[in-house]
């Protein structure tokens, strides 16, 4: 049987600006997203039947319908059906590191892995940008999850703009297990608090929301400048998220605190929060420190780094 390993790394956001609602429910976002060495491993491998199938070694990720990598294989199997009789159905097995419901986008690089593991193994060949819009359709993520690296997007999250490879980047990232943030509450919530304030002129938007081409913490990522992308970081989200979520806050300031910490925010709709540090030695440190601060079990630590890639392929087998 064919198989192929990837891996699909998690991402935070340097930038995330909400400016206006939309029709269909969504927001209209203006984001810079980042991706990082923290990553699940994903292996797809052909079936003799027509079946979809997903295990997981995490007890929290279902393995069914809602699992948006199960998605990603059916909407494969629906949109090519004649691939799907060819090659047969899919075991897909994912090997999670990515915390789960973090803001991290987990489910969404877990289903662009899918989408670039079955063009391969049914031999499809298509590009990047179809591969992406077929993303869009899961979900706001999935396309900058197949892109990967430092890209601007819009739009919902699915419009992309590449921006040039950063140096790497050292992050600490700290989520409390127990801790989950809707996505949808948040956007909601933002809605309910601050919604007076949108944009309704559709000219205007379009103008914000291009805006961000030529904001500050843009010009810091073309000048490689690492503190003035530290100052300039951004999340609207942090003023809904931020007051219901206490522990949130707390892990803020605990970051703020330490020596070596460039800047510190949640990542998307959280709960997780990252910091910026200059080097790994200190991004260790800051792991220690943090650890000794809160020594609850509850609370995950990682270091990692920026990386310039998305989806990619370790191994292949068959
Ligand atoms: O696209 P995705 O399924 O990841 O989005 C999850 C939820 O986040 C949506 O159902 C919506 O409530 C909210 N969202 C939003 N505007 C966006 C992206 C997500 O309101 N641009």
Same mark, same amino acid.
């Given at each position: 049987?064919?198989?192929? *390993?990837?891996?699909?790394?998690?991402?935070?956001?340097?930038?995330?600006?909400?400016?206006?609602?939309?029709?269909?429910?969504?927001?209209?976002?203006?984001?810079?997203? =980042?991706?990082?060495?923290?990553?699940?491993?994903?292996?797809? =491998?052909?079936?003799?039947?027509?079946?979809?199938?997903?295990?997981?070694?995490?007890?929290?990720?279902?393995?069914?319908?809602?699992?948006?990598?199960?998605?990603? $294989?059916?909407?494969?199997?629906?949109?090519?059906?004649?691939?799907?009789? !060819?090659?047969?159905?899919?075991?897909?097995?994912?090997?999670?590191?990515?915390?789960?419901?973090?803001?991290?986008?987990?489910?969404? *690089?877990? $289903?662009?892995?899918?989408?670039?593991?079955?063009?391969?193994?049914?031999?499809?060949?298509?590009?990047?940008?179809?591969? !992406?819009?077929?993303?869009?359709?899961?979900? #706001?993520?999935?396309?900058?999850?197949?892109?990967?690296?430092?890209?601007?997007?819009?739009?919902?999250?699915?419009?992309?703009?590449?921006?040039?490879?950063?140096?790497?980047?050292?992050?600490?990232?700290?989520?409390?297990?127990? %801790?989950?943030?809707?996505?949808?509450? $948040?956007?909601?919530?933002?809605?309910?608090?601050?919604?007076?304030?949108?944009?309704?002129?559709?000219?205007?938007?379009?103008?914000?929301?291009?805006?961000?081409?030529?904001?500050?913490?843009?010009?810091?990522?073309?000048?490689?400048?690492?503190?003035?992308?530290? =100052?300039?970081?951004?999340?609207?989200?942090?003023?809904?998220?931020?007051?219901?979520?206490?522990?949130?806050?707390?892990?803020?300031?605990?970051?703020?605190?330490?020596?070596?910490?460039?800047?510190?925010?949640?990542?998307?709709?959280?709960?997780?929060?990252?910091?910026?540090?200059? #080097?790994?030695?200190?991004?260790?440190?800051?792991? %220690?420190?943090?650890?000794?601060?809160?020594?609850?079990?509850?609370?995950?630590?990682?270091?990692?780094? *920026?990386?310039?890639?998305?989806?990619?392929?370790? #191994?292949?087998?068959?």
């Amino acid at each position: 049987m064919r198989s192929y *390993t990837l891996i699909a790394p998690a991402k935070i956001n340097l930038y995330l600006e909400i400016i206006s609602d939309r029709t269909d429910g969504y927001h209209e976002l203006a984001m810079i997203l =980042q991706s990082i060495g923290l990553a699940d491993e994903i292996n797809v =491998q052909s079936l003799s039947n027509q079946m979809i199938r997903v295990n997981c070694n995490h007890p929290q990720v279902p393995t069914d319908q809602s699992n948006l990598a199960y998605r990603a $294989a059916e909407l494969m199997a629906t949109q090519f059906p004649q691939a799907l009789a !060819e090659y047969g159905g899919v075991e897909i097995t994912i090997n999670k590191h990515i915390p789960v419901a973090a803001g991290l986008a987990g489910g969404s *690089t877990n $289903a662009a892995a899918v989408l670039v593991g079955i063009d391969l193994l049914w031999n499809l060949g298509l590009t990047k940008s179809e591969l !992406e819009e077929l993303g869009a359709t899961l979900g #706001s993520d999935v396309p900058f999850c197949v892109a990967g690296g430092t890209v601007i997007a819009t739009g919902r999250g699915e419009q992309l703009s590449p921006l040039p490879n950063l140096d790497t980047i050292y992050i600490v990232l700290a989520k409390y297990r127990s %801790l989950e943030v809707s996505t949808a509450w $948040a956007y909601k919530t933002y809605r309910q608090e601050f919604g007076s304030s949108y944009l309704r002129d559709t000219e205007n938007l379009a103008a914000r929301a291009a805006a961000v081409h030529s904001a500050p913490i843009v010009k810091g990522i073309l000048n490689k400048d690492i503190g003035e992308i530290a =100052q300039k970081l951004h999340n609207d989200l942090e003023r809904v998220v931020l007051p219901a979520y206490p522990q949130v806050s707390q892990l803020r300031e605990l970051f703020s605190a330490q020596q070596g910490v460039l800047a510190t925010m949640m990542s998307g709709s959280g709960p997780t929060v990252f910091a910026l540090v200059e #080097s790994e030695e200190q991004a260790q440190a800051v792991k %220690l420190q943090i650890r000794a601060a809160v020594p609850d079990e509850d609370l995950e630590l990682f270091v990692t780094q *920026t990386v310039i890639h998305g989806i990619q392929v370790t #191994s292949s087998m068959g």
